[in-house]
């Protein structure tokens, strides 16, 4: 990919990151940095976030969820870098 083409990243964020705000968070902050993509809770307890834009923005995201800013507590953040899809026209809680 070249480095201006968009991009989508995928994150899978554990830790204590349901119920307290975290999707809600995550929103303000992927728009803020002008991403698209969507957040939602998994079954399991994680969040995860699917976010498209630069990659440079995308890294912006990774690293605020990373950060120790963050609604409840993050332990740890995975993710996996791929070509956008039909992309997305806002930043949705799901």
């Avoid at 968009?6 to 902050?29: H, I, L, M, S, Y």
């Avoid at 990659?55 to 740890?76: I, K, Y």
């Amino acid at each position: 990919m070249h480095s201006d083409d968009p991009v989508r990243c995928t994150a899978w964020v554990r830790g204590k990151v349901q119920e307290v705000g975290f999707r809600w968070w995550t929103r303000a902050r992927a728009m803020e940095i002008g991403l698209t993509g969507y957040t939602s809770n998994l079954g399991d307890g994680r969040v995860q976030v699917v976010a498209e834009g630069s990659h440079q923005d995308c890294e912006r995201l990774l690293a605020l969820l990373r950060g120790p800013g963050t609604p409840g507590a993050v332990t740890g953040v995975t993710e996996i870098w791929s070509a956008t899809g039909d992309g997305y026209d806002s930043f949705a809680i799901r």
